[in-house]
Every structure is written in structure tokens, then in C-alpha cells.
């Protein structure tokens, strides 16, 4: 049996269990980010760093173990 998820969800599922995580054996294209808010915090400076700091965490690639 396949599934396919994103790397952090992988590293999640196989901690701890019989399961395994590999490398899909076709290309899988890139998903985008989106995010949204309402217009009241557009220029709230906490939210700014939220939404900086998601991007930054979403956008980093995580190293997930062959077994």
C-alpha cells in the first residue's frame, strides 16, 4: 500500500511504528502555499511575524529517514 502526505507528516506517522517512509518512486510536482487573513492585520506587526514565520516553516525542507 502507497499514500503519499508531506514530509512532516511522514517523519509524524513512522515514529514509533512499523510504517515506512521513502521517497515517491515518481515526480511529485511542488504544492503552493497560500495564506489568508483578514485586511484588519494586514499591518499588525505580531501577525506580520506569524505569517513570516509560517512561510519560513512550510517552506523548509525536512530530511526524512529511508528504513
Not at 514509533?16 to 489568508?36: H, V
Amino acid at each position: 500500500m502507497i499514500d503519499t502526505v508531506p514530509d512532516y507528516a511522514a517523519c509524524a506517522l513512522v515514529e514509533g511504528c512499523a510504517l515506512r517512509a521513502e521517497a515517491a518512486p515518481f515526480p511529485i510536482d511542488a504544492a503552493q502555499l497560500s495564506m489568508a487573513w483578514s485586511g484588519v492585520h494586514d499591518n499588525d506587526p505580531a501577525e506580520e511575524r506569524l505569517r513570516s514565520r509560517i512561510s519560513q516553516f512550510m517552506a523548509a525542507p525536512l530530511d526524512i529517514p529511508v528504513m
